[in-house]
């Protein structure tokens, strides 16, 4: 029993060292471009880390939209943006990533509504709180933080190759965390529920994620569709408070002294959708904002086929209706 306190203080004192350094060794994104007459689509951009980069492009000029499954968070959150930006042209949409249907319906509007996409910010997620299987009989936990954003992404992917051009092209930027050097692949038993421990299922969320990063930036090689992953690094915001282990409150208060704001959380989504030299780089793993590497798996290329080949079947989009989505290239 001591030996499992003192281990776990062990842990929270290291957690605390490391935020405290990330904190201070945090870089800031320092483009001053404007997105005048540019659109951009922050999913989750209703709080923490989402909210502060929804906030950052309608300072900008954009034209953001936010989205999120709750509506009187989502128009909250719109009102701050458009309070604390003094830009009026802040859009709402509910979006439950943890639904297809909802996520084939908000794609919809978006195709049939938005002239232009410029950037998409796939920042939605959550901790891992609790395991069961959604209507559509996937993984909870795996289907909100990535085969809703995967299926998001390819819906959206006309919209993306049609705005960007050789000067200007499109981003996709997904927010993983340094959890997915833990994630696994196994392709058997990837969206089993019960299987998993709850902190495994968020680190295979957020590897197949960033291997999809690297796939699609692969088949997106031809366009001007860049596609990047980033790292926040550790940031004090409420997604320790669905931990739902009794400290969650406690941990969110001690992390939100001790570790990076979401306003300093937000910078590497913000600097490779905005710098010059991050466009250079695509299917890549950005760390506060700097050049990275990712987990060693992700650059297999057989398992990223495969990874791809499996979410595509999860999700239900079969080789004719993916194919329509990349026509265009
Ligand atoms: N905080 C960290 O230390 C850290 C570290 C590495 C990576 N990250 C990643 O950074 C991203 C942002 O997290 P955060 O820390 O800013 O957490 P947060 O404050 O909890 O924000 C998460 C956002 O995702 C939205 N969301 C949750 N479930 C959704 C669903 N089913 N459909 C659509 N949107 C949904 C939330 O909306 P509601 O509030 O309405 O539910 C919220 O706006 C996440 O992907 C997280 O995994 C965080
Ligand atoms: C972002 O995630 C989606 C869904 O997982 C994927 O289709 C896309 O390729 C990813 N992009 C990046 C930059 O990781
Ligand atoms: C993925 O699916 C495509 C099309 O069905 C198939 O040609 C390919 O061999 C598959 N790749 C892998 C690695 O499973
Ligand atoms: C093990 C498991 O839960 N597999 C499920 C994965 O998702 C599909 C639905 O797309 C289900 O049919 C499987 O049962």
Redesign the pocket.
Known sequence: MSFIVILIELIVFGAMCIGLHQKNTNRFSKSKKRFDGKTVLV?????????EIATDFACRGARVIV????VD??TR?EKVIIERSGNQNVAFKV????SLDSVRKFAADIINTEDRLDILIN?????PHSDFKTADGLNFVMQ??YF?TFLLTILLLPLLIKTGSPSEPSKIAN?????HRLGQIDLENINRTNYWYRLQL?CNS?LWLVMFGRELSRRLKDSNVIVNNV??????????Q?LNIGIGAFLTYI?GIL?KR?YE?AQTAIYVSTSETAGKFSGEYFQNCVLSKASDKVYNDDLLKKVWNESLKLVGINNEECEEYFKSL
Request: charged residues 10%; proline residues 6%; aromatic residues 10%.
């Open positions: 999913t989750g951009g209703t709080s923490g880390m989402g909210l989205a999120c499954p709750f968070e989502g959150g979006l439950d990533l943890a920042n939605a997620g959550i901790a909100v933080n809703g927010v993983s965390s340094i959890l968020y957020k790292d926040p690094g550790v940031v004090g915001t409420n997604i320790f669905s992390f570790f979401p959380g």
